[in-house]
């Protein structure tokens, strides 16, 4: 049974940036796709990124293309969301989980972020 564990999250205000980091057990995360998610108050879980496996081609959401980089270090087993240019709608709880397809066993906790002034 694998699991993932978000952190990184925390309270910022509008414009500021924040780096996420996912890790996982029982997962090669050097190795596998990799997506984040997010689930804001109210609304329905959606993917903003993903990492592929093999070449780390990476896949972004219209609402977080060109502000969110996602990476991987695959020597520290660890995949990045870099999150730029934060607005209010990027406040949500943040998961990683496997790519393409997510399993629901392996959701972790989420790390919170709060874009608010």
């Known amino acids: 049974q694998a699991q993932f564990v978000e952190s990184g999250g925390g309270l910022v205000q509008p414009g500021g940036s924040l780096r996420l980091s996912c890790t996982a057990s029982g997962f090669t995360i050097d190795y596998h796709g990799v997506g984040w998610f997010r689930q804001a108050p109210g609304k329905e879980r959606e993917e903003v990124s993903c990492?592929?496996?093999?070449?780390?081609?990476?896949y972004y959401a219209d609402s977080v293309e060109c502000r969110f980089t996602t990476s991987r270090d695959a020597a520290k087993k660890t995949v990045y969301l870099q999150m730029t240019s934060l607005q209010p709608d990027d406040t949500g709880v943040y998961y990683c989980n496997a790519a393409p397809v997510a399993v629901s066993a392996w959701w972790g906790q989420g790390t919170q972020v709060i874009v608010s002034s």
């Open positions: 990492i592929t496996a093999g070449d780390d081609t990476t």
